[in-house]
């Protein structure tokens, strides 16, 4: 596990965002692995320069999201379809048909799910991985737990989880109370991963993250088991290391 600190959020984002261009111009046909929340907005809007710098270019470039509200409309300001539009997809060249994200809204969810690790399988698999961590430890929205799931599956999001996103809705009766996710498994075979935590609110998780022991109180612990992954945090969230 390598482990960056950035003096601050803006370093971690245009660190983050020259990793990931590095990896599309390695191979322009990369398949990203993206995540939502407020850690990742930094990166895409450094990526989007890049982008409209003639610097990188995603043309060839597969993406599947990390997770989505259940029962959230694609066209909710607060659904991460809509989110990945706004703050990273409408500003590039990377093709609809090359897009994924969890369909919450599907009729047939457990079909859905199971349709979702396929299609994964099928792009060759993800070859870079970007996670943000929640302050419980989870990632993507596999929350603490005696058992993790292993692949895509429906969820129910923790308490903390519903009031740590409650800031993005009106109150925390309107968050969802549940998610699509993909599991553990499908994370951790992804061939590298960046993990990126910024703020003191992250310090405690990223300090269990990275404690030597893996458990599922605390499942971006699991990420130890992974031979490629780098810990990005700024100094705030490297408090406790
Ligand atoms: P945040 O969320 O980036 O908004 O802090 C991260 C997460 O919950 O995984």
Redesign the pocket.
Known sequence: MRVIIEKDYRDLSKKAALLVASQVILKPNSVLGL??????LGMYRELIQMYQRGEINFSEVSSFNLDEYYRLPHDNPESYHYYMQENFFKHINLKAKNIFIPDGMADDIERECRDYEETIKHSGGIDLQI?????NG???FNEPAEQLNVTTKLVNLTAE?IE??SRFFDSAEDVPKMAVSVGMATILKARRIIL?A??E??AEAIKNTISGYVSTKTPASLLQTHPEITLIVDRAAANFL
């Open positions: 995540a939502t929340g407020s850690t990742p996670l943000g961590i929640g302050s989870h990632v993507g989880t740590a996103n990126l910024s703020g609110n992250k």
